[in-house]
């Protein structure tokens, strides 16, 4: 398996690229929190499980993009 190298400007691209996504996904993850306790605090209890579920989902891809990064620093 042929690794490929990246030019350093290249490289500065593909991390600004990532850190862009992963701090769009922590929002997401907030804005998620946040609606879940709204929701939470007026009863709706149904909303906790896919909520959790979802905030997984967002924590799997933002593992996996950091993952990703390191994996290019290499």
Known sequence: ???????????????????????????????LLTA???????????VVVPAALASLFCLALNVGLLLNLRRLDG
């Open 1 to 31: 398996m042929s690794r490929t190298r990246f030019a350093s400007s290249q490289r500065t691209t593909i991390v600004t690229a990532i850190l862009c996504i992963v701090i769009t996904i922590v929002v997401l993850q907030l804005w």
């Open 36 to 46: 879940t306790m709204d929701a939470f605090l007026r009863g709706d209890e149904a």
